[in-house]
C-alpha cells in the first residue's frame, strides 16, 4: 500500500535558519504530493503540492521538488521565522484511488526560536 | 466563501453520552473525510464520502457513524462516547485528490 515517511520531530531552529523536512513514499502508481501544514489550535492547510516528477512547489517562502528516482518531496526554507512554527505534513494521492484519498505522514512539529 | 466548517468547536461529554458533530461545506466538493487526530498518532480516517448517500468506513470507524444525506453536510455521530474517543475531529472535503483537501478548524471532543 501507499506511505510517507517523514522525519520526526520536533525540529528545533533559531529564526534566519534553513530549514529542511525530510519526506520519502512508496505508492502504487504515480501520485500527486503535497506538503500541509498545521498551526497551534487550528485545521490542516495546503501549503504546496506538486503532481508530477521533476515539478517543485513552492509558497511562502517553502519549496518542495517532487523526485521520483529518490520518491522523496522535502519541504525546505532558506530563512525561517517565528510564525512558521507549525506541525507539517507530507502526503500524497495516487491515481484511480477509489476514495479519493490523501495519505499522510506522521507530522513534523518545528518550532522557530527568536 | 466560508469552505469548511464544523460545529461544535469544542464539546465535553460524559460516557455513554452520544453526540452528532456536524461538518458544512459550500464549494460543492464531491468528496468529505472525518479524521481524528490525537497527540503523537497524526490523522487517522474515520470515514468518508465519495458523495450524496454514500458513506465507507476508514481506518479507525468503530464507536462512530456517519451519514451524508446532502452534498454538503456529513455528519459524525458517537452513539454511546468512551474515553477512548477523547480526540480533536477534523472534516475535509475534496474536489479531486489532484486538488488536495480543505479542511475544517477541527472539534475538540473530551470524554470524561
Redesign the interface.
Same mark, same amino acid.
Given at each position: 500500500g501507499d506511505s510517507v515517511t517523514q522525519m520526526e520531530g520536533p525540529v528545533t531552529l533559531s529564526e534566519e535558519a534553513f530549514l529542511t523536512i525530510n519526506c520519502t513514499y512508496t505508492a502504487t502508481g504515480y501520485p500527486s504530493l503535497f506538503w500541509y501544514v498545521q498551526y497551534p489550535g487550528e485545521g490542516l492547510q495546503l501549503l504546496l503540492k506538486a503532481t508530477k516528477a521533476d515539478d517543485k512547489g513552492s509558497n511562502k517562502g517553502f519549496e518542495a521538488t517532487y523526485r521520483k528516482e529518490t520518491t522523496s518531496f522535502h519541504l525546505e526554507k532558506g530563512s525561517v521565522q517565528v510564525s512558521d512554527s507549525a506541525v507539517y505534513f507530507c502526503a500524497l494521492s495516487t491515481p484511480n484511488n477509489a476514495g479519493n484519498m490523501l495519505t499522510f505522514g506522521g507530522g513534523t512539529r518545528l518550532m522557530v526560536k527568536p | 466563501n466560508a469552505g469548511?466548517t464544523q460545529t461544535p468547536k469544542f464539546r465535553v461529554l460524559k460516557t455513554g453520552q452520544s453526540m452528532t458533530l456536524l461538518c458544512a461545506q459550500d464549494m460543492n466538493h464531491?468528496?468529505m473525510?472525518w479524521y481524528r487526530q490525537d497527540p503523537g498518532?497524526?490523522?487517522r $480516517?474515520i470515514h +468518508?464520502s465519495?458523495g450524496e448517500g454514500t458513506t465507507?468506513k476508514g481506518e479507525v470507524p468503530d464507536g462512530y457513524n456517519v451519514s451524508r444525506l446532502k452534498k454538503q453536510n456529513f455528519l459524525l455521530g458517537l452513539e454511546s462516547a468512551a474515553p477512548s474517543q477523547t480526540s480533536v475531529y477534523?472534516c475535509?472535503s475534496?474536489r479531486?485528490? $489532484?486538488y488536495? +483537501?480543505?479542511?475544517?478548524?477541527?472539534t475538540r471532543l473530551t470524554v470524561v
Open positions: - | 469548511v464531491e468528496y473525510y498518532m497524526g490523522l $480516517l +468518508y465519495v465507507a477534523f475535509a475534496s479531486t485528490a $489532484l488536495g +483537501y480543505t479542511f475544517g478548524s477541527g
